[in-house]
């Protein structure tokens, strides 16, 4: 499976009174590790990215595993692409430390939903095909939550 991963430093803000990452900030995790990945893969048409393009966040499901105490190491967030169809962009996230030798400590698991959304209009946008040539580099399994209710309930 193909992922980007981000080396993310914390910061002292990203605390809360427990002594944790408060659970708010690892939206900001997302965004600042989407940023990053979509600009590393050069998506969006010509020289516009597709943050400059236009994209909305329609939906974000976070579990969270363990708490992430703050140290001044970054922590690794892996982004990958579960889901590219019309107008939609499903994102999937890994929050977690890898050492050599060591066992992987999971944080997080998440998924966001992006819409590519034409500002002029207001109208949700059909992903280019360039677009999804260089995303598609990104696509990998569905998040593994281990908990997933289903609609009904």
């Known amino acids: 499976m193909a992922r980007y991963r981000c080396d993310y430093p ?7 009174a427990y002594g ?22 050069q998506a969006g048409e010509g020289d516009k990215s597709l943050l400059d393009a236009g994209i909305l966040v329609v939906r974000h499901e976070i579990e ?3 708490p992430l105490k ?7 967030i892996d982004l990958w692409i579960t889901e590219l169809k019309g107008a939609r962009i499903d994102v999937g996230y890994e929050v977690y430390d890898a050492h050599e030798g060591a066992e992987r400590v999971r944080y997080a698991v998440a998924e966001s939903t992006l819409v590519i959304f ?9 992903i280019g095909q360039a677009d999804l040539e260089r995303l598609d580099a ?8 281990r908990v997933r209710r ?3 309930e």
């Open 150 to 152: 289903s609609r009904s």
């Open 20 to 41: 944790h990452v408060n659970n708010v900030q690892y939206l900001r995790f997302f965004e600042d590790a989407r940023i990053e990945a979509f600009a590393a893969h």
């Open 64 to 66: 969270y595993l363990k």
């Open 70 to 76: 703050w140290r001044p190491e970054p922590v690794h």
């Open 10 to 16: 914390m910061r002292w803000s990203d605390m809360d």
């Open 118 to 126: 034409d500002l002029v209009s207001e109208r949700p946008k059909r």
């Open 138 to 145: 990104l696509r990998g399994e569905p998040v593994p939550f």
